[in-house]
């Protein structure tokens, strides 16, 4: 109001813009908190003005301190930005926080799973893994994330179960090309589930065909293919597409 009394319209109605797009944030309003957590950047990008025009009228002013406020601003939200990188590198302290205070949720046990995935820790984001499957076992997020860490400690057969048992819970397009492009990678490796290999694969053949796959994945797809014997059309572009 006062800002508006003295001539600075934009930057009290930006101010006041941000109060109310903060609003949701603030818990006044009820929402659920992931859409609340997005309306943070709108009262941020909302403050600019405001904030812009009180720097500049700081810098209007001769004095040593207001000259030096960029920098120090710029200093103290560099050595604070260091501080909360390293110590959240990995994001393992921020996801084991989150897993404390949501026990019940499989979704916090698998972000913090790939916490400590994505920090090089694979056996122990296995236990995590493993802690998912043995309480939800009809939760099939997970396995994609579960296989690769299996696949990466050297486990490729259980991997492979993983990622079937992922594409046979979720049944999306997804989890199906996870499990196909595995196999397909892994020349020998049996499947411990034919009929959703062969289903798995014959659905991303025009993927095969049209990124220009190497030609032993595109073989190795048409001999899987062809031990189901009712995708010969399938097999036998694969097979001349491996050939050019």
Do not use: C
């Not at 009228?57 to 939200?77: E, F, Q, Y």
């Not at 994001?91 to 090089?120: C, K």
């Amino acid at each position: 109001w006062k800002l508006a009394r003295a001539e600075h319209r934009v930057a009290a109605y930006s101010l006041a813009a941000a109060l109310l797009a903060y609003a949701p944030m603030s818990g006044i309003i009820q929402i659920s908190r992931g859409p609340a957590d997005s309306y943070l950047y709108t009262p941020l990008a909302l403050l600019v003005p405001a904030l812009a025009l009180a720097l500049s009228k700081a810098w209007d002013r001769p004095s040593a301190l207001t000259r030096s406020l960029p920098a120090i601003v710029i200093g103290v939200l560099a050595l604070v930005s260091a501080g909360r990188t390293l110590a959240w590198r990995g994001a393992e302290p921020l996801w084991e926080d989150v897993l404390l205070e949501n026990p019940d949720e499989p979704l916090a046990y698998l972000r913090f799973g790939n916490a400590l995935q994505f920090g090089g820790k694979m056996e122990a984001s296995l236990e995590v893994f493993e802690e998912i499957r043995r309480r939800w076992p009809e939760y099939g997020n997970s396995t994609v994330d579960h296989a690769m860490t299996l696949d990466a400690l050297g486990r490729v057969i259980e991997a492979e179960q993983m990622f079937a048992l992922g594409a046979r819970l979720e049944a999306t397009p997804f989890f199906r090309r996870h499990y196909a492009f595995y196999l397909l990678g892994h020349p020998g490796l049996e499947s411990s589930d034919p009929v959703l290999a062969e289903a798995s694969i014959v659905e991303h053949v025009p993927e095969l065909l049209e990124g220009r796959a190497p030609s032993s994945i595109l073989l190795r797809a048409a001999e899987l293919l062809e031990l189901g014997g009712q995708h010969m059309t399938e097999v036998e572009q694969l097979r001349t597409a491996a050939k050019r």
